[in-house]
């Protein structure tokens, strides 16, 4: 613990962000807050998401042609 005292707040700032995950809480509610998420994007986003993926696929297959 005196070591911390002689660290400059950016290495305590990841000192912190260390011990943080080490929290068997917070490793369950990262992966649930994936689970509850990925590959998932609702309605418009989904929609402009799709659009934009083809439309730049689009482009490269012009490009290479």
Known sequence: MEDLKTLTVPHLVEVA???HRLNPKVEKRRRE???????S???AEGNDFERSVKEEAERIDNDVS
């Open 33 to 39: 807050a994936l689970s509850a998420t990925a590959g």
């Open 17 to 19: 962000g260390y011990v």
């Open 41 to 43: 994007l609702c309605g």
